[in-house]
């Protein structure tokens, strides 16, 4: 058996293990948990209802550096197209003192290798690739996401620091022996 065949059956192996372990991991008697509940594929289920989108323009915090801001309003009839984008009769420098709507970012209006352009980029000029609506709904999967300011906090307070004071916006808080960042 040559090298690169043998390499291949192992290769083989390993994600066949791999699929078999994925397949066993879901709930406590092996099923894997699926958003359908527990209708086979075979069969239809009924559509989930369509919750009421979230409509009170008021800016959400982030979770994470560079998430894009979620979109705070309905954006139900708003074209985005090739010869139309909505979006920017509101959010485009010379609207946003008449519509009192965030400005986009000045990314936006930069090419591929930063070159500055008049107008929007075309590779962020559909909107809806990364800004969404958001909807109140219940949460589909477990999420206990936390922000790092949170996981520090309880760091510093496992380690006996206590809450560490707020940093203005934009700076660091100081460097702190229970984090570990002093020698």
């Known amino acids: 058996m040559s090298a ?3 390499i291949l059956v192992a290769f083989a192996i390993l994600i066949a293990g791999a699929t078999s372990a994925l397949a066993q991991d879901g709930s406590e008697d092996g099923k894997v948990e699926a958003l359908r509940g527990e209708v086979p594929l075979t069969e239809e289920t009924a559509p989930p209802p369509i919750y009421k989108e979230i409509n009170d323009d008021l800016r959400r915090a982030r979770n ?5 801001p979620v979109i705070p309003h309905n ?4 074209p ?10 509101c959010h485009t420098r010379e609207f946003t003192a008449q519509s ?16 500055v352009l008049a107008t929007v980029t075309p590779r962020r000029y559909f909107c809806t690739q990364c800004h969404v609506t958001q909807a109140e709904a219940p949460e589909l999967v477990k999420n206990d ?5 949170e996981i520090l906090r309880m760091l510093r307070q496992k380690q006996g ?18 984090v570990g960042d002093q020698p």
């Open 80 to 89: 985005i197209t090739l010869n139309a984008n909505k979006c920017l009769t």
């Open 75 to 78: 954006i139900r009839d708003y």
């Open 100 to 115: 009192q709507a965030p400005m986009i970012s000045v990314t936006h209006f930069m090419d591929r290798e930063g070159q």
């Open 145 to 149: 996401f936390q922000p790092i300011e």
């Open 4 to 6: 690169s065949r043998s």
């Open 64 to 68: 994470y550096p560079e998430q894009p």
């Open 161 to 178: 620091g206590g809450e560490a004071p707020e940093a203005p916006f934009g700076e660091a808080p100081a460097p702190d022996e229970s």
